[in-house]
């Protein structure tokens, strides 16, 4: 029996712990992927065995045709906003809990519950939060604001913004234990060598901070600007997609599940899909040109 060298058994090693992850990552993820493509040039209803080959049809519909059913994008861009406030309010709470005052692990286990508490449930909380003569409307009366309420899931200049603050309230916890978590890595003697050239707190803030957590940050703008493409049960439990809150997912599944059109559904996800690559390339161009400046 032929001895094996040194390299070789590392190579098969290393093979074989491959294995089992690619197959688990080409069984569930490629070829789904691909089986998606596929369906997209289809005119499947999800029912019929037969799959009418209709090649770039229901691209053309999505994206030429029936611009309808692209418009549910526009919401995404209330989520990304909302995105971006969350990121800046993890940052700061993060920060300030950094410094280990007192009382600091009880507020930062209060923050981070929202994003342990069921979905489900914290939705339907904050749709009965939300409505009229609710427990906003009764909170905002008690503390002599009552003249400011709002019709806030009935009106839709209103309403989008009453989804943003709970999607905001709900992922903020994630965030934040993700921010907290980089602010350890800053080595605390550049902190006391600043302290002792006199530099400020913005001044740390800005110089020392930042630059060490920013690789972070950007991690967190992409997962932002990814999850503000594909947000669904916020919108779908509180209103159900009214007063045009609909967003993508939304449609996609409309598509699919109530209008049998599933060769459209699965372009729209393609589209999607597409549109998620796009966003976190042309942001992970901008950060490391930014780091390169």
Same mark, same amino acid.
């Given at each position: ?107 930062? &286990? ?131 997609? @009214? ?20 060769? &459209?559904? @699965?372009? &729209? ?7 998620? &690559?796009? @966003? ?14």
């Amino acid at each position: 029996m032929p001895i094996l060298t040194a390299q070789t058994q590392r190579r098969l090693v290393i093979i074989s712990f491959l294995i089992a992850p690619l197959t688990l990552l080409t069984v569930f993820s490629l070829w789904p992927a691909i089986q998606l493509v596929w369906l997209s040039l289809t005119d499947w209803d999800g029912l019929s065995p037969d799959k009418n080959f209709v090649g770039l049809a229901n691209y053309r519909r999505v994206l030429i045709e029936d611009r309808e059913l692209l418009s549910p994008l526009v919401n995404s861009l209330y989520y990304f906003v909302g995105g971006v406030i969350q990121l800046a309010l993890a940052t700061y709470f993060a920060v300030i809990l950094s410094r280990r005052m007192p009382g600091s692990d009880l507020f930062r &286990m209060i923050l981070f519950l929202p994003f342990v508490l069921n979905s489900v449930a914290t939705s339907i909380v904050f749709r009965d939060f939300l409505q009229i003569d609710g427990g906003l409307d009764a909170l905002m009366a008690l503390v002599g604001l009552g003249a400011f309420t709002q019709e806030w899931v009935q009106d839709p200049d209103v309403v989008k913004w009453s989804l943003v603050f709970a999607s905001v309230w709900r992922y903020l916890g994630f965030q934040l234990l993700i921010t907290y978590g980089a602010l350890q890595a800053v080595p605390q003697d550049q902190y006391e060598a600043a302290h002792i050239e006199g530099a400020s707190e913005w001044q740390r803030f800005r110089h020392i901070t930042l630059p060490t957590i920013a690789p972070v940050l950007g991690l967190q703008l992409i997962l932002a600007t990814v999850g503000a493409l594909e947000v669904f049960d916020v919108p779908f439990l509180i209103t159900a997609g @009214a007063n045009d809150t609909k967003t993508f997912v939304m449609a996609t599944l409309e598509e699919a599940f109530e209008f049998r059109r599933v060769g &459209m559904a @699965a372009a &729209m996800a393609v589209i999607l899909l597409c549109f998620v &690559m796009l @966003a976190i390339v042309v942001q992970r161009a901008l950060f490391e040109r930014g780091a390169r400046a």
